[in-house]
């Protein structure tokens, strides 16, 4: 995703500073967040990074001064970014999110975050960060009639589209990847504010 993501963004009027990696495990991001602060940028989009990441680069980000905006294409836990990061760092911070009450939430959420409560108590928005991956697999099973990987595969592949929480997906990639095996579909973005994630507004993927 690491080579594609700047065509992405130039794609919609955006000229990428430049992408700055760091090794797995790693815990000081202080070093890192010098040299990404010192080519002045507008924002930052911390990509797919995983939620211990995500924290600690907010974390160091706001702590040396950062004032621009933070944005990252996934879901997280809200509880978690605020545990690690602050309640004050993560105000204004951009992420996508399914949200499973209030009048943005798609009904497949809503009973799903029901289901949630009923069985574990305290509900946790991070719950639903492989949702439609899930119901794909479960999707793919029903095509296929089988428990077979290979023709659960090949089912999902002859499918036209694929029924997730927002509506429908279609199968794309191709141009950048060389295979279409990464599924479009629309999803919702949001922000923290006052230490819990509020959605803001549903992105309409460019479906067929």
């Not at 594609?4 to 815990?27: D, I, Q, S």
């Not at 999707?139 to 659960?152: F, V």
């Amino acid at each position: 995703m690491g080579e594609a993501w700047p065509e992405f963004m130039k794609a919609e009027g955006l000229e990428p500073v430049k992408a700055l990696y760091y090794p797995h495990g790693t815990r000081d991001f202080y070093p890192l967040m010098t040299k990404a602060l010192a080519m002045n940028p507008d924002f930052f989009d911390i990509g797919f990074t995983s939620q211990s990441y995500a924290s600690l680069i907010i974390k160091a980000a706001r702590e040396m001064g950062f004032k621009g905006m933070l944005i990252a294409p996934t879901i997280y836990s809200v509880r978690e970014l605020v545990e690690v990061a602050g309640k004050e760092n993560c105000e204004g911070f951009v992420y996508c999110t399914l949200p499973s009450e209030g009048p943005l939430a798609p009904p497949k959420a809503v009973a799903y975050r029901k289901a949630y409560e009923a069985m574990f108590g305290k509900y946790d928005n991070f719950g639903l960060r492989l949702f439609d991956e899930l119901t794909t697999l479960l999707y793919g099973m029903e095509l296929a009639d089988s428990l077979d990987t290979t023709e659960i595969r090949d089912a999902l592949e002859a499918a036209p589209e694929v029924p997730v929480s927002t509506g429908k997906g279609v199968w794309c990639g191709e141009k950048f990847y060389g295979i279409k095996h990464l599924l479009a579909y629309s999803f919702f973005m949001g922000e923290v504010k006052g230490g819990e994630f509020v959605p803001l507004e549903k992105i309409y993927a460019p479906l067929p």
